[in-house]
């Protein structure tokens, strides 16, 4: 049916004339004919059925369509042309006295009308060049709207429209949906030490990588920061489908980045959820893969984690714990104990551990095991050694004169303490504050704690040695056990596991352990201290191996200060 009206000469503007009046139609091309300023290569067809081939084919510069088409509305004819063809400029042609439909057009997203039959002062030519302007500013508009200028992927609205419609096709037809989150490792920290400009290269580069695992490249979108939206329809979108690519984009972003000559190892962990057994609807599909991309990036690097109901009841616990610790703090409701520790040669007291505890005001207390890590995972833990600090120093003061001999308070430490910059100001603010002698406090901190930034634990161990605490390895035993830092590090104290005393009686590799630390420190100049301590015989043996100090059970349990004071005044200090 088409029939090529062609202008001769000169490149031209392809133009699709939809138009089923044969008359009308050779009327638009003579007078496109007519015009000196542009050339136009006209393709009429007569109906809409006969266009789809052609613009499907080959793309036009501009539509011409007649309202009036036979078997269509008007407006069914705008929408077709503009869900088919979004960013090809479209005029509609109406009858005399059809404004209401024009403007309707016009709302549909055509660019402007034309009145059949008032064609004077070259106003086609005109209206061609005034929608292909416009459209063009429209798209750019578009693009800014819907495209993300850093990596060219969608945008968080458009990915979400498309989310949505998806959504709408798979309830119809049945068809597996998936939505996978993903999000990098050490992104922040790139962005830190190198900059925001090698940070957009890499958030680019990453683009790429994605788009070379992903078969469906405009369902990937970069939602905001270091984070990625991918949406999976169909066969992709099974269990199977969703581990394999899962796999395959960790194993790409694992790769090292080359960006302005730093060689950049990053990696991802990745969140699913799937429709409809996660969620019914774009919003509770992206929450429910957050909450799966969370948990994924609680595990180890690299991995991907499919939401679970389980794994929502799990977060909302703990989003609910971390709302009350937080109200916990404010509200005074964590209180400091302390553990007594005795010197094995004296029997004499000669210092306490800070063990913080909260008292809740319905399930009473509650042991630092069950909300340390969590706070540890915000900035809630500096909160909480902040006021451990404080509140340890100021009872120290109140015990001066109480205790004979030298006496210290060691306060528990984590790996987020360590890291901070300003650890050592912390410190002394509660040292200065309270005007206790920096001398009796000790400092503990565990070899994982230690391991996890080495280089600036160093520093800060330092700057606190320096100020005159004393740094006592937690948990000795446990952790990494490098040999090799015991010497490098300003180290005061080795604090053995209870796990090797528990039955340093009956278990002979223990007894070998305990007793090889023990030389092993005091050939470094280092005091030991053993810990968990149940018995006399367990005492007298440690005593004999030469062990400076022990706590445990045996000794004292951990107590409000209300119980130390009498406590000590017991064992007659
Ligand atoms: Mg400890």
């Avoid at 429209?138 to 060219?152: A, S």
């Avoid at 509770?284 to 991995?303: K, P």
């Avoid at 706590?551 to 409000?560: C, D, L, T």
Wanted: hydrophobic share 40%; glycine share 6%.
């Amino acid at each position: 049916m088409a029939q090529i009206l062609e202008h001769p000469a000169r490149p031209a503007l392809n133009i699709l004339l939809i138009e089923d009046n044969e008359g009308d139609a050779f009327l638009i091309q003579e007078m496109l004919e007519k015009t000196s300023s542009r050339d136009y290569s006209v393709l009429h067809v007569p109906t809409l059925e006969n266009a789809e081939p052609e613009y499907r084919n080959r793309p036009f510069n501009v539509l011409l369509l007649d309202l009036n088409l036979p078997g269509t509305t008007g407006m069914e004819a705008v929408e077709k042309v503009r869900h088919d063809l979004p960013t090809t400029p479209l005029i509609v042609m109406t009858g005399m006295d059809d404004d209401q439909k024009a403007i309707g057009a016009l709302a549909r997203g055509a660019q402007d009308y034309i009145v059949k039959g008032q064609y004077a002062n070259n106003i086609l030519p005109r209206s061609i060049r005034y929608a292909i302007e416009r459209k063009q500013f429209e798209n750019k508009v578009i693009e800014l709207v819907h495209f993300d200028r850093t990596t060219g992927l969608i945008s968080r609205d458009l990915f979400m429209n498309r989310l949505e419609e998806a959504i709408a096709g798979a309830g119809q037809s049945g068809m597996d949906l998936a939505v996978m989150l993903l999000s990098l490792r050490r992104f922040k920290e790139v962005t830190a030490t190198l900059g925001h400009d090698v940070g957009q290269k890499l958030l680019k580069t990453v683009a790429v990588r994605l788009k070379e695992c992903f078969m469906q490249k405009d369902r990937i979108a970069r939602l905001e920061g270091d984070e990625f939206a991918m949406l999976l329809t169909g066969d992709l979108a099974s269990p199977e489908s969703l581990a394999a690519f899962s796999g395959q984009a960790l194993r790409a972003i694992e790769r090292p980045f080359d960006i302005d000559g730093h060689s950049l190892r990053i990696g991802g962990s990745i969140g699913i959820a799937t429709y409809p057994a996660c969620g019914t609807d774009k919003s509770e599909l992206i929450t429910h893969a957050d909450t799966a991309l969370h948990h994924a990036r609680q595990n180890s690097a690299g991995s991907f984690h499919f939401y679970t109901r389980k794994l929502n009841e799990e977060l909302n616990a703990r989003i609910m714990l971390e709302r009350e610790l937080r109200n916990a703090v404010r509200q005074r409701q964590l209180l400091n104990y302390y553990q007594p520790i005795v010197d094995l040669k004296t029997g004499r007291p000669c210092g306490v551990e800070t063990l913080v505890r909260w008292q809740h005001p319905e399930k009473g207390i509650i042991q630092p095991g069950a909300f340390i890590p969590l706070a540890e995972k915000s900035d809630l833990i500096l909160e909480i050694s902040d006021f451990t600090m404080h509140q340890s120093c100021a009872d120290l003061m109140e015990w001066q004169g109480l205790v004979k001999g030298p006496f210290y308070m060691s306060l528990n430490c984590t790996a987020r303490d360590f890291q901070q910059l300003d650890f050592y100001e912390r410190l002394c603010a509660a040292i200065v504050g309270t005007n206790v002698n920096s001398c009796q406090v000790a400092l503990e901190i565990t070899e994982s704690a230690l391991m996890e930034d080495p280089k600036q634990a160093v520093q800060t161990l330092a700057e606190c040695r320096n100020s005159g605490a004393s740094i006592f390895v937690d948990d000795f035993g446990t952790g990494y056990s490098s040999l090799s830092y015991l010497s490098r590090l300003p180290l005061d104290v080795l604090k053995i596991d209870r796990s090797f005393i528990t039955d340093i009686m009956t278990n002979g590799h223990n007894l070998v352990i305990a007793t090889a630390t023990i030389n092993l420190a005091h050939a470094l100049s280092l005091k030991v201290v053993a810990e968990g301590i149940e018995s006399k015989e367990q005492a007298d043996l440690l005593k004999t191996l030469g062990c400076d100090a022990g706590q445990g059970y045996f000794f004292a349990k951990p107590m409000p200060k209300e119980e130390l004071v009498p406590w000590m005044q017991r064992c007659g200090t």
